[in-house]
């Protein structure tokens, strides 16, 4: 995804956005090189963010989770739409108020994943297991984890669309541009029938619709308490 800008071809990266991208990245080479990052070991055991019920689960997770990733592509396209649409928002916003949304954005995402988790595994956790089955519920509730800057990525969007909703945005592989309202609103109604329908993928839905709506919120508030502060 790109977006049309006119005069200068060339994006000026921030100093929080810079400063971001250098911590997931270092993060990530962390989890390569002491533990893998692909399957559940002590990094992630630690802190990717799990179910509260889990016996590897801490508060600390909440945040740390949003600076790890599952890969080398999860990390390229969640720093590219930092760097991207991030710097913008750094400008517009000022640092200050654009490092409150990124972290605000991924601890929503964080409390919206929660809360799937508490859904998803409800019929389970009113149970009163065997101590085997109880083992063989916390091995599952380890493999459940959540990792990732797409949250706080997703709630950087929700705040450009609602500040610049008619900027066009190039959707690969399409052709045609979109505006910024549309593209994220289509966006978030495939989260959403993501998540409602569990389409059996590893992308978690509810996190990303939660970053969204956060962004979407702080943004308004800001615009409608301080107007000077966007326009």
Not at 119 to 142: G, H, N, T, V, W
Not at 149 to 165: E, Q
Request: charged content about 10%; some cysteine; proline content about 4%.
């Amino acid at each position: 995804m790109s977006y049309n800008r006119y005069g200068n071809s060339f994006q000026r990266t921030t100093p929080i956005v810079l400063n971001l991208i250098i911590i997931n990245v270092i993060v990530f080479f962390a989890q390569t090189l002491i533990g893998g990052s692909l399957s559940p070991n002590s990094i992630t055991d630690q802190f990717a963010l799990h179910h509260y019920k889990s016996d590897v689960f801490k508060p600390v997770q909440i945040v740390t989770h949003m600076f790890m990733h599952g890969g080398w592509t999860h990390l390229f396209f969640n720093m590219f739409g930092l760097w991207m649409f991030g710097s913008l928002m750094e400008q517009t916003l000022g640092p200050k108020r654009f490092l409150v949304l990124y972290l605000a954005c991924g601890l929503a995402a964080a409390f919206a994943q929660m809360a799937n988790y508490a859904i998803q595994f409800r019929e389970i956790d009113s149970l009163l297991l065997s101590p085997d089955s109880q083992a063989e519920y916390q091995f599952m509730l380890r493999q459940a984890y959540t990792v990732g800057a797409s949250g706080a990525i997703m709630g950087i969007l929700g705040a450009f669309a609602y500040l610049f909703p008619n900027t066009e945005l190039i959707i690969f592989p399409l052709p045609i541009p979109v505006k910024a309202k549309y593209a994220v609103a289509v966006m978030a109604a495939i989260d959403l029938f993501g998540g409602v329908y569990s389409t059996g993928s590893n992308i978690a839905h509810f996190a990303h619709l939660g970053g969204l709506a956060m962004g979407f919120l702080l943004v308004l508030i800001w615009n409608k308490t301080n107007k000077k502060t966007f326009y």
